[in-house]
């Protein structure tokens, strides 16, 4: 029988971030807190001028004379390869010894006594370039002939012309997605110190230590055992740190080992965002069959991104749109086709939701299209076409959807938003309003949890409980204001029955978890949780066996109780059975692992079981436009998503909120905009417009699905609350559309291209005009 007392921290209870105090206050240490050691070097890049061009030569002479500076790196001083490529494809070097791919493009960096010698040095010198034609979008690359920088992906099922044949209605349009900066609060940092040997240990801020560890070991030309990767916090990361850090870390070392001291390199912001990949831009074009009644006959959709110069993560990335391009919806035909396409802009990368956002608003869209060319509510043509029963239950990737709730969760926001009741109030005022127009959009999520590349998804973790009854908790996952540490420390609390307290969270670092998988595509908790409960009940494991050997009891009666443990009839605090078994060489540390079961794609062939479970979630939002200058705002949003049996209930609200302001901004302010010789003008916080507190919902209600509990036997049968919430957002860009058609009697789809800044949605108000 379980005893009624709870341990601080339980699992399922709300739990504050474990670092959260020390974050409002400034005391949470990140890599440029770590205290510099004598001796130690700045380093600064040397970015290219121009889009494209063979480089003829360069003279770096007056960047080695310049004050302060020691020493200058270029490809030459790579010991190792010149490469940094995440998926092996050798198309993204260190520097660039030929060719220069972009505006911005690292060419060598600068070693100095300070940082601030380092950049001023970094602008001396002199490059005799060849200019090459360049190509800066998608449309422009394709037209220009360049080449997809990868494999491209086809889904499909069912018949297509078939499809078309049999509905009386079609569509053909296209639709433009527009990027995102990452822009999280602390930047890219490395600080490499060199140890004997070949041995170096990289400080940085990255959501892959294994990756970094693997990359800096390849530009050095050593064992991946010489390097260690450690990070304590970052201060964000949204995907941006993934693979983007690979670059610092190298360069850190490089110069580490060459010069015998430790070296750090922090670029500033504007460097930051030229210099890394972003969200992918995408031009969609849909061609989607539907009947009278609204549902979808037939879809053809083709997906060309932007990706950059080098191929980076947009394989995977816009693999995952293609497996987002149905959202909540089935497809009894569909043909969905990818182009990755290689552009002279800096190589796009990870971002939350790495590609599903771009293929569900996709969905949206046509969903729109279909309302407005039938005139019904939107809400009612997305019920007529979500998953459902068998037969309506199949992917275009051919993996069935078994845990469906979306009728239930809809239902019931719906309800609680009032949403008819407010539709039909929003129509009747932008009958009478001249000026001020509204709109009102409830969109729903489905979003599949798991990395599509099998072998990420797997998980380490090491426990070891001290004789004193403490515990040392570490993990592969890495911490980036997520609560992840909180969230996996509560179910090691829990295993073990202990105060959140006892346990002590520590740096992921690769020389305790090797071969980690990066913190993303929202399985940080599903991974490295369930790694962690696997370590610990081995300790529990021995514990038991221990106890009922001494005690002279069956390893049934011995019960882990709140901060002590019921052997037989007696009861002993934890920390003292601890310490007896220590006395009796019991082991007491443990390293866990853990694979994602039932998941298997074939690639080739578009088939498979991608995803272990879906997570849901859907939003509400309601909206003001000033037909006068397009400018709006949000004035209500309700949520409800879906976490499962929540780890912690107030992080996971904090993270659907996070990210469905997040998403709005994607959709909204946040436009990033290069100029015609390939030159990023959004490169700072002056002139890249995330949203700002005054831009929140001035009403925002935010609710968990609490009588949800994942089927599958997930980490306290939780769900992923990462990524899934950043598509919440959608609702925002869909009731501004509202708004937009209003103006013509909502007989016309407005087509606004994302992000729906004032000045697109004002143009989209003058196209409009007079068409109702």
Known sequence: MKDHQTISGAVHHDRQHDSAIKHVTGRAEYTDDIAEPYGTLHAYLGVSTVAHANIKGIDLSAVRAAPGVVDVLTADDIPGVNDISPTGKHDEPVFPTEKVEFHGQPMFAVIAETRDAARRAAELAQVDYEVLPHALDPVQAQEAGYPMITDPLKLERGDIE????????????????????????????????????????????????????????????????????????????????????????????????????????????????????????????????????????????????????????????????????????????????????????????????????????????????????????????????????????????????????????????????????????????NKDSKIIKKGIALTPVKFGISFTATWYNQAGSLIHVYNDGSIHLNHGGTEMGQGLNTKVAQVVADAFQVDFERI????????????????????????????????????????????????????????????????????????????????????????????????????????????FYYAYGASCSEVSVDTLTGEYRVERTDILHDVGRSLNPVLDKGQVEGAFIQGMGWLTTEELWWDGEGRLRTHAPSTYKIPLASDRPRIFNTRLAEWSVNKKRTIKRSKAVGEPPFMLGISVFEALSMAVASTADYKVCPRLDAPATPERVLMAIETLKGQG
């Open 504 to 611: 002590k969270i520590t740096k992921t670092t690769t020389e305790k978890v090797p071969n980690t998988s990066a913190t993303a595509a929202s399985s940080g908790s599903d991974l490295n949780g369930m790694a962690a409960l696997d370590a610990a009940e081995q300790i529990i494991a021995r514990l038991t066996k221990f106890a009922a050997e001494k005690y002279g009891v069956s390893e049934a009666e011995v019960e882990f109780l709140p901060n002590r443990v019921r052997v037989g009839s007696e009861e002993i605090p934890f920390d003292r059975l601890v310490k007896e078994a220590y006395m009796a060489r019991v082991h007491l540390s443990a390293a866990g692992f853990y694979k994602t079961p039932e998941i298997h794609w074939d690639r080739a062939a578009g088939k498979g079981q991608p995803f």
């Open 162 to 429: 078939a499809g078309r044949k049999d509905a009386p209605h079609r569509i053909q349009a296209q639709m433009t997605v527009g990027g995102q900066d990452h822009m999280y609060l602390e930047g890219h940092i490395a600080f490499a110190i060199p140890g004997e040997d070949e041995d170096v240990t990289v400080h940085c801020s990255t959501q892959h230590p294994s990756e970094a560890q693997h990359m800096v070991a390849h530009v050095l030309g050593v064992a991946n055992n010489a390097v260690t990767v450690n990070v304590r916090r970052m201060g964000g990361g949204f995907g941006g740190k993934e693979s983007q850090m690979n670059l610092f870390c190298a360069v850190a070392a490089i110069a580490a080992k060459k010069h015998n001291r430790p070296v750090k390199i922090r670029p500033d912001r504007d460097q930051d965002m030229t210099a890394t990949g972003k969200r992918h831009d995408f031009v969609i074009d849909y061609d989607v069959a539907f009947d009278d009644a609204g549902r979808i006959q037939a879809v053809e959709g083709g997906f060309a991104a932007r990706c950059g110069y080098s191929s980076d993560l947009s394989g995977p990335v816009t693999d995952r749109a293609l497996f987002h391009a149905d959202n909540a919806y089935f497809y009894p035909n569909v043909l969905l086709k990818s182009r990755p396409m290689k552009t002279n802009t800096v190589s796009n990368t990870a971002f939350r939701g790495f590609g599903g956002p771009q293929g569900v608003i996709a969905a949206e869209r046509m969903i729109e299209e279909i309302a407005y060319a039938l005139s019904k509510d939107p809400l009612d043509v997305r019920k007529a076409n979500f998953y459902g029963e068998e037969g309506r239950d199949l992917t275009p990737y051919h993996q069935r959807v078994e845990d469906n709730i979306l009728d239930r969760l809809i239902t019931e926001l719906e309800e609680n938003s009032e949403y008819r009741k407010r539709r039909e109030e929003i129509i009747a005022f």
